[in-house]
C-alpha cells in the first residue's frame, strides 16, 4: 500500500513498531518479498518515509489507514487487539489535533468490530466522530504475489463509512490511487464488513466446486475438467475466474474468511452447511485426494522418489501458510517416499516447517535431475520457462510430469504430462 501511494504521486509515512523495517523502508530497501515493491519504492524514496513515531505520523497527516494483522481465533472470529492497538495510538495523537482526520481500517474485521472500536477512538481521543474525525472500513481485495496490481487496478472499491464526508473522501482517494476505475460501493460499516467475508466465502466455494468436477472427471471415460468448466464458465452467471481444475484453496486469507463466514451465520442463527461443507470438502482434497493422485502414479511408475517445484501456497510468494505442498511433501515423506524441492522464493519458509529428509535443490533443474516423476505444485512463471530439452535431458527413463496448474503443453514429445481433472485411461 505505501509503495501503490507514493507511485500514485502521494507523500506517505509509514508507521511500524519493528525499528528494523522503519530503516529499510529509509533506506530504500523493501522489507518483503513482492513483486514491483522494490522498484516502486526505489522510484519514490522522495515521497516515502517511516517512522516508529505514531504522534508524528497523524500530526503531519489528512488520514491514517490501518494495516496490521487480526489473527484468527479458535471459535473463527478475528482478534481485533492490533487494529485496537493501532487505533489508540491514533487517537491520543488527535487530542492535540485540531484538524479533522480520516481513520481508515483495513485489516479485515466482522460485523460490528468498526462500530464497537469506534467507541474507542472517540473514548481515547476526547474527540467526536464525524466532527472531529471520520472512520471508515475499507478492506482491499488483494492477493499475495499482485499485490501492488491488485491496489491499483481493483474490480472494485468497498467503503463502510461512518458518514457521507468520510466516505466522499476516502472515495476522492481511490480515484487517485486506481488506474483501474473502478465502481465504488458505500455502506454502512456492517454491510461492508459482512461483505468483505462473504465475497471471498464466495470464491472458495466456486474453488472447491471446480475441484469437485476435476475428481470426477478424472474417473469419468473421457473426462476432462477443463472443458466441462470452460463451457461452464462462459455463461455471465457464473464466470471464469477461480473456475479451474487445479488443487484446494490455501494460504492466510480463503481459509480464515470462509470459518469466519461460517461464524458469523450461526452468531445471526442463520443455517450456513454450504460454507461449512465447502470447508470439509476442501480439506479433503487438500490433505487426502490430491496425495492419493499422485501416489498413483507413484505406484504405477515403481517410482520411490519425487521432484516437487514450489512450495508456496501460490505463485510469486514466499508464503506457505496452509500451503498444499507442503502438505504433500509432508504426507509422501511420511510414507517412505523421497522427496526433492525447489521454490525460487520459498525455501527459507519451506525448511522451518518440513521434515529434515526432504532435499533442498539450488535449482528447478537440479530438482528434476533423474527423477521419473516431478509434481509442479505452483504455477511460477519461472516454472514456465523449463523447456522440454530441459526436461528430457535432466529427467530420467519415461518422465512424468504432474501438472496441477496447466502450465505446460498438453502433449511434449518423450515426455507425459498430466493435467489434474483429466481421465487418461485408455479405452
Known sequence: MLVSFAHQGWNVIGVDINENIVEKINQGVSPIEEPLVQEYLTENTDRISATVDVDYAVKSSFASFIVVPTPSMSDGKFSTQYVQKALEDIATALRSKEDYHLIVITSTVLPGDTAR????????????????????????????????????????????????????????????????????????????????????????????????????????????????LRAIGSDARIGHKYFKPGLAWSGPCFPRDNSAFSRVARDYGVVNTLSETNDAINHYHRSVRILNYIKKFIRRNGASKIAVLGLSYKEDTPVIEESVSIRVVKGLIGQGVEVTVYDPLAMDNAKKELPERVIYADSMQSCIRGQTICFVATPHPVFKTLSPTDIIHSMGVDPVILDAWNIFPASIEGVSVKKIGKNYAKS
Open 117 to 228: 472500536l469506534a467507541r474507542i477512538v472517540e473514548e481515547t481521543s476526547e474527540k467526536k466522530l464525524n466532527v472531529d474525525f471520520g472512520l471508515c472500513y475499507n478492506p482491499d481485495f488483494i492477493a499475495l504475489g499482485k499485490v501492488v496490481h491488485d491496489f491499483l487496478y481493483p474490480d472494485m472499491v468497498l467503503i463502510g463509512q461512518s458518514d457521507r464526508r468520510a466516505g466522499d473522501i476516502l472515495e476522492g482517494i481511490h480515484r487517485i490511487l486506481a488506474d483501474s476505475a473502478p465502481p465504488i460501493y458505500k455502506m454502512s460499516w456492517e454491510n461492508a464488513e459482512l461483505a468483505k467475508i462473504s465475497l471471498n466465502s464466495y470464491c472458495t466455494m466456486k474453488i472447491t466446486f471446480a475441484n469437485v468436477i476435476g475428481e470426477i472427471c478424472e474417473t469419468m471415460p473421457g473426462g476432462d475438467a477443463e472443458a466441462v
